[in-house]
């Protein structure tokens, strides 16, 4: 439905290369790279855009998340993620409220967004 999202980042530097450290675990990475607006996608097309602040006052967080491939590719995001100074919201886990295969993460990135990586697979045996 959704067919590619664009956030407004303070410091596009610093959001680059969080995003390009926790999309690459997710096998994404920089589609179009326009200086100040880059676009991330994993087939060639860009979904996911940052940009710089350029409208409104002050800040109000998102939600993204992520496909991951599987429950490695989310712990990856996770670990990467925290490599780049991403604060940790919530480790990789199951969370059964959701559903019972729900695997994911949750970070902040450097804006304050909340960027999750999820997982809706089984576990491999």
Excluded at 7 to 15: E, L, Y
Excluded at 21 to 41: P, Q, S, Y
């Amino acid at each position: 439905m959704i067919d590619h999202l664009s956030i407004q980042c303070a410091d596009v530097g610093t959001s680059a290369r969080f995003y390009d450290a926790v999309l690459a675990t997710l096998g994404g990475g920089r589609v179009m790279d326009f200086g100040e607006v880059i676009g991330f996608g994993v087939t060639g097309k860009p979904e996911f855009w940052i940009g710089p602040r350029t409208t409104g006052e002050g800040f109000r967080e998102c939600h993204i998340a992520f496909t991951a491939p599987d429950r490695a590719a989310v712990t990856g995001f996770f670990d990467a993620a925290v490599a780049t100074g991403g604060e940790v919201l919530h480790a990789p886990r199951v969370w059964e409220e959701y559903h019972p295969n729900y695997f994911g993460a949750f970070v902040r990135d450097p804006d304050g967004n909340n960027v999750e990586a999820v997982c809706h697979s089984p576990q491999r045996t």
